[in-house]
């Protein structure tokens, strides 16, 4: 017995239209979740109250950068990679000398000398007076002496230019706007690891959806 296959249209042609119909759908379900895992990370830092700012720095890039390929990839990283690891691990912060982890206050002004984060070495004691360190076992302060709590809306603490107040003490506070600790454990607040496994699970799906679209078999 003897059989003959004869093919229709152009078997070349054919492979190379599916290629290019995988490509296309590889490349675009890359897209989708690389995409998706970027927000749903952005959106992990925002739920868990660190802010807009730090969200926006989870970043994505996609491979390659223009047309499309049987080996697209996509990337998500973060501009601020510390800060990131640190709320997802539940990192131990200590003093960079070693000593002394410096934690401002509500009464502390947000910036110091030079328009820099407060700090001990930036705080302006020309204008709020000299900071004064106050041992304790634990936690230990730094305040700032004789000052008179301000009324009005602006609220807060100036210091007393009252030679009579400075005198006698009366009305006057002694304010902390540091406290002092030899290390914080921040508390695991993200959640990095499971959304990037769920990324991981759903980017079959994202190429079958764009293939299915490209190739019009979608239901």
Do not use: C
Request: cysteine-free; glycine content about 10%; hydrophobic content about 35%.
């Amino acid at each position: 017995m003897k059989l003959n296959v004869s093919l229709l249209g152009n078997l070349e042609r054919q492979v190379e239209e599916e290629l290019d119909l995988r490509s296309r759908a590889i490349t675009g379900g890359v897209v989708h979740a690389t995409e998706d895992l970027k927000h749903a990370l952005q959106v992990d830092v925002v739920r868990a109250g660190l802010g807009r700012r730090l969200a926006k720095t989870w970043r994505s890039n996609k491979y390659p950068g223009t047309g499309h390929s049987l080996g697209a990839a996509g990337a998500v990283f973060t501009r601020s990679p510390k800060l990131i690891r640190a709320f997802d691990e539940g990192t131990v912060i200590r003093s960079a000398d070693g000593f002394w982890l410096a934690i401002p206050t509500e009464h502390a002004p947000k910036r110091g000398r030079g328009r820099k984060r407060i700090n001990p070495s930036n705080f302006p004691e020309d204008q709020l007076g000299k900071l004064r360190f106050v041992y304790r076992p634990k936690v230990s302060l730094l305040v700032v002496d004789n000052q008179r709590e301000r009324r009005g809306k602006r609220g807060g603490f100036a210091p007393s230019r009252s030679k009579r107040a400075l005198k006698t003490g009366n009305g006057l506070s002694t304010v902390i706007m540091f406290f002092l600790v030899p290390q914080v454990r921040l508390k695991r607040r993200l959640n990095v690891t499971s959304i990037e496994q769920k990324a991981g699970r759903d980017l079959p799906g994202y190429v079958d959806q764009e293939y299915r679209r490209l190739s019009g078999k979608g239901g």
